[in-house]
């Protein structure tokens, strides 16, 4: 394969990938135009047309994709065996890219990034935050930060959190002249915060057990987010029930800002767990962070 080609198959993945030319262009550095005419004389010398282009858009072609799907994994294996290469290097060095849920990011990731990174200057470390279920094969991710339930069985997985709980919680003042919900079904009769996922396309249905009975409510309210932080905050302004982590309101239970309620439904369930593929090649900067993150109980 000549070099040029070489070099043409790799800026069409970085097309491909992020179907755009503009960002694919200063990904690798170069203009768009340069960019473009390198495609077309790539598409004239395998006969084959691999990119849609629009006026707004690039996508890539049928043809295009069994392209990318063929060749982008040997191109990732490559970089993987030269990053590997900074083994022979005194200090662990290379770029991090992890996606995590802005949950996970603040009570797990942060701590420890916090702690390590002083003393790893050659580190970097990109996180991604993002609630829904990302393919970080695809997306090109190094890792990713999910609850135990959630991670793949072809994924490596290493519990980096303890366990975890949720809490149904609302403030006093939600609480002034309404009954106290004493099992699952009474929140219908309240006004609850919900919690719009992307992996659901839809509201997050509220799921609660005791004594090995599963109960799940759809609940109703005038809010709702996609994200846990601004529930929290309804909550505590007395906009209704929250159903969140329990880690994220303690000092609020503890001060009694928030109220809790139906305690005994929610036990405890596998906590954070760091993930990456099986035949991903560990650089020492990645195996320094997962033996830093891992959790010792």
Same mark, same amino acid.
């Given at each position: ?15 491909a ?56 994994? *040997?191109?990732?294996?490559?970089? #993987?065996?030269?990053? #590997?290469?900074s ?17 996970? #990011? ?122 846990? *932080? ?7 302004a ?10 994220r309101?303690?000092?609020?239970? #503890? ?9 005994d ?31 010792r109980?």
């Open positions: 394969m000549a070099r040029r080609d070489s070099a043409d198959l790799l800026a069409f993945l970085a097309v990938r992020e179907r755009s030319f503009t960002r694919a262009a200063a990904q690798l550095g170069v203009s768009p135009s340069a960019l473009s005419h390198a495609m077309r004389g790539l598409e004239e010398r395998l006969g084959v047309r691999l990119l849609t282009r629009t006026t707004r858009s690039v996508a890539p072609t049928e043809a295009g994709e069994r392209l990318a799907r063929s060749i982008g994994p *040997r191109f990732d294996e490559i970089e #993987a065996e030269i990053a #590997a290469l083994a022979v290097r005194d200090r662990p060095a290379g770029t991090i890219r992890i996606t995590a849920s802005e949950h996970a #990011a603040e009570a797990v990731l942060w701590p420890v990034l916090e702690r390590l990174l002083p003393a790893y200057p050659d580190i970097h470390v990109e996180v991604s935050i993002d609630s829904a279920l990302t393919d970080i094969v695809t997306e090109r991710f190094d890792a990713g930060v999910r609850l135990g339930e959630q991670v793949g069985r072809d994924m490596i997985s290493v519990r980096i959190g303890p366990d975890m709980r949720m809490a149904v919680a609302g403030s006093p003042a939600y609480f002034a002249g309404r009954e106290v919900p004493r099992v699952p079904a009474d929140l219908t009769s309240h006004r609850c915060i919900n919690l719009r996922l992307p992996t659901l396309g839809g509201f997050y249905v509220w799921e609660f057990e005791k004594h090995g009975r599963e109960v799940k409510v759809r609940v109703d309210g005038q809010l709702a987010f996609n994200a846990v *932080r601004p529930i929290v905050t309804a909550a505590l007395g906009f209704g029930l929250g159903f969140v982590p329990e880690d309101i303690d000092r609020y239970l #503890a001060d009694g800002r928030l109220v809790r309620v139906l305690a439904w929610c036990p405890p369930f596998p906590g954070f767990h760091l993930y990456y593929p099986s035949r991903r090649q560990q650089t020492p900067a990645f195996a320094l962070l997962v033996a830093a993150l891992r959790h109980s």
